[in-house]
């Protein structure tokens, strides 16, 4: 169960349902009172077991952390609609150009869900940071002999933690890649949070999410904006 918090005119706490996922939804006020109230409902669901929450603004995100309630990851999300992700960032210029796929800390499963996909999608494929195995299985699965042919890299992949800095249009699969970057679908007034749980809850399928753009927030004055062509 997870709680879906909103501003409105009034604080009030009711159990809901979107696209068939039940959930718990919290309207908050405004002024300190109205606050105090929606703190008092959180503490509530927390201790009923709720932990996860999709939130209208990220005042409303740190007043739900405060409760111990945070954000519906969407990591497992983009990983899922990594393809739309390349095409919003790439189109199809990666059949003939390198990619960088950079593992960093605990980001193993990432890579290895991205190697999958940047096999078939990319000319050429370079390493960097740690290799779980990626190496080996890069050349025994797709036949990719790991490598950047002399070409520049036109995408970096990010994974895990510790990635370090990155030149160039950059693609983050990290635990925070919703802090770094922004994604949005066409056609979907939703927060990205809930698309989410409503994926992970079999209540959508990926196959009706087109992405429509991916924006960086760790470069603003380079304007790292990129959208579907």
Known sequence: M?????????????????????LWHLSVGGGFLARRRAAKYLRRLYEAGVRRG???????AALAAR?????????PLRLLLLDGLLDALCGDTLSRAAVCLRCGVGGE???????????????????????PGLSALLLRRWGVSPGDGGLPVALTVCTGHSAG???????????????????TYSDLPLPETLLAALVEAGK????EIRVASVTSSLDIRRENHYNAT
């Open 2 to 22: 997870l709680v879906y918090i909103t501003t409105s005119s009034k604080t009030e706490l009711a159990p809901a349902a979107i696209r068939g996922l039940s």
């Open 54 to 60: 999709v939130f209208d603004t990220a005042a409303l």
């Open 67 to 75: 409760q111990g309630i945070d954000p519906v990851p969407v990591l």
């Open 109 to 131: 499963e990432a890579a290895h869900r991205a190697a999958s996909v940047l096999a078939r999608r990319a000319r050429y494929i370079r390493l960097e940071g740690r290799d």
């Open 165 to 183: 800095s990155v030149d160039g249009p950059a693609l983050y699969l990290t635990g925070d890649c919703a802090r770094v970057q922004t994604v």
């Open 204 to 207: 959508w399928q990926t196959s």
